[in-house]
């Protein structure tokens, strides 16, 4: 039903089941699931991009030569080694789409993206290296301790939509797909998590939490009654 009020927009009621999935507590678990999974496949993809070995939940296995911080994986990335410099992954990734943009049926399919393609394989992959590695390993981390759950689904939508633009398919439509639920389900999605915490005490940009209330008459504790005047 519509609620209206005089001479203004009308306002649809969500349906009981929305409400409860997207911001009700008692359909958090579901988010935690879905959280853990997303932040997992983002720290896998960043881990080594930074540190440059690999990452795996076998923790029995974190001491092999292959699960290391000493691996070659961030060459191109984040380190530079002989020929190879710092971002050159990303200008070869870049170079690879451009040239699949030729053709009848080019994997990417705007003119713009190649623009920008161009850019990155030119002049901005010594900063993109970075900041594709790092952020991706940042939101794995935000993701999985559900702090800013959705900032961090935001901004990784953003970064697996990159890759689907530059004709990049893989595992980026289920992370997109997963990313979108959570930024629709940010009230909640946090709730096993940090934002339970978090949210309330720094609020949001159309309400002030809790730190940056200032108190008031109102918001004073309220204990005894102030004594008459002339009364001890």
Do not use: C
């Not at 999974?37 to 960043?46: F, I, P, Q, S, V």
Request: no cysteine; glycine share 14%; hydrophobic share 50%.
């Amino acid at each position: 039903m519509a609620r209206t009020k005089s001479a203004g927009p009308a306002y649809l009621e969500e349906p009981p089941f929305a409400r409860w999935l997207f911001a009700s507590s008692g359909a958090a678990w579901i988010w935690l699931i879905a959280r853990l999974w997303l932040g997992w496949e983002w720290l896998r993809a960043g881990w080594s991009k930074v540190f440059g070995g690999e990452i795996t939940l076998r923790f029995w296995d974190w001491g092999d030569p292959q699960y290391s911080f000493t691996g070659d994986g961030n060459i191109g990335w984040v380190r530079a080694e002989g020929e190879v410099g710092v971002g050159d992954a990303v200008a070869g990734f870049a170079d690879r789409a451009i040239q699949s943009a030729e053709g009848p049926h080019p994997d990417v399919a705007y003119g713009w993206y190649v623009t920008f393609l161009e850019w990155i394989r030119d002049t901005a992959h010594p900063v993109f290296g970075p900041v594709v590695a790092i952020g991706e390993v940042v939101l794995g981390v935000l993701l999985i301790l559900g702090l800013f759950t959705g900032l961090a689904a935001f901004l990784g939508a953003v970064l697996n939509f990159s890759f689907v633009f530059a004709g990049t398919a893989g595992v980026n439509p289920a992370m997109i797909i997963v990313s979108v639920l959570l930024i629709l389900a940010w009230r909640n999605a946090g709730w096993y998590g940090l934002d339970r915490w978090m949210l309330p005490r720094l609020g949001t940009p159309w309400q002030r939490g809790t730190l940056f209330r200032r108190r008031g008459r109102d918001d004073e504790p309220r204990g005894q009654e102030p004594a008459p005047e002339g009364e001890a």
